[in-house]
T-cell receptor
Framework: GAVVSQHPSWVICKSGTSVKIECRSLDFQATTMFWYRQFPKQSLMLMATSNEGSKATYEQGVEKDKFLINHASLTLSTLTVTSAHPEDSSFYIC????????????FGPGTRLTVL | GESVGLHLPTLSVQEGDNSIINCAYSNSASDYFIWYKQESGKGPQFIIDIRSNMDKRQGQRVTVLLNKTVKHLSLQIAATQPGDSAVYFCAERDGGTASKLTFGTGTRLQVTL
């Protein structure tokens, strides 16, 4: 399957600062990537679909001005949490659909964000 | 979707026994299902998938069963090992949503020695 990396693996920041998380598809060119958020002991919730060369598509209830997504190349998507607050503390995970008609998704290792 | 909050359903199984993890889904338009394993602090790991035109699929030590009539999915793990301890999620894809997945609430599998 596709190999997906994320950077950083964890980050601690002060309230009000912005944090950028990178998602890289190491062996597969991805025109689409997905960003999920996972709170402790809960399931993954899709935040947005990142589209290479065009605007991201956000799920209902997700603020596009707060969670900026840039998919600048076929192997890199970035999620920037702007003006982070403690309630933004979560585990952020990206995934890459592997192609084909059913598009199984392969996930990155996740980024733990803690906002103080 | 609805969250189970702070308490994931937990299944405790003795090492060597078989495990069965269940998942109910609600979208009759879902055409593809995946089981993922997630260890603490890591991203989900693909285990096995099944298309809606099938009712059973087998992998190495794992079997997925799909019952579309009652919208139920199960994951069977044979000869459960300590390394199988993790949270297991089912995910479904709506046939019309271009590969977006909706995840179930998850089940924690604890393997006791």
């Amino acid at each position: 399957g596709a190999v997906v990396s994320q950077h950083p693996s964890w980050v601690i920041c002060k309230s009000g600062t912005s944090v950028k998380i990178e998602c890289r598809s190491l062996d597969f060119q991805a025109t689409t990537m997905f960003w999920y958020r996972q709170f402790p002991k809960q399931s993954l919730m899709l935040m947005a679909t990142s589209n290479e060369g065009s605007k991201a598509t956000y799920e209902q209830g997700v603020e596009k001005d707060k969670f900026l997504i840039n998919h600048a190349s076929l192997t890199l998507s970035t999620l920037t949490v702007t003006s982070a607050h403690p309630e933004d503390s979560s585990f952020y995970i990206c995934s890459v659909p592997a192609g084909g008609s059913y598009n199984e998704q392969f996930f990155g290792p996740g980024t733990r964000l803690t906002v103080l | 979707g609805e969250s189970v909050g702070l308490h994931l359903p937990t299944l405790s199984v003795q090492e060597g026994d078989n495990s069965i993890i269940n998942c109910a889904y609600s979208n009759s338009a879902s055409d593809y299902f995946i089981w993922y394993k997630q260890e603490s602090g890591k991203g989900p790991q693909f285990i096995i998938d099944i298309r809606s035109n099938m009712d059973k699929r087998q992998g190495q030590r794992v079997t997925v069963l799909l019952n579309k009539t009652v919208k139920h999915l199960s994951l069977q793990i044979a000869a459960t090992q300590p390394g199988d301890s993790a949270v297991y999620f089912c995910a479904e894809r709506d046939g019309g949503t271009a590969s977006k997945l909706t995840f179930g609430t998850g089940t924690r599998l604890q393997v006791t020695l």
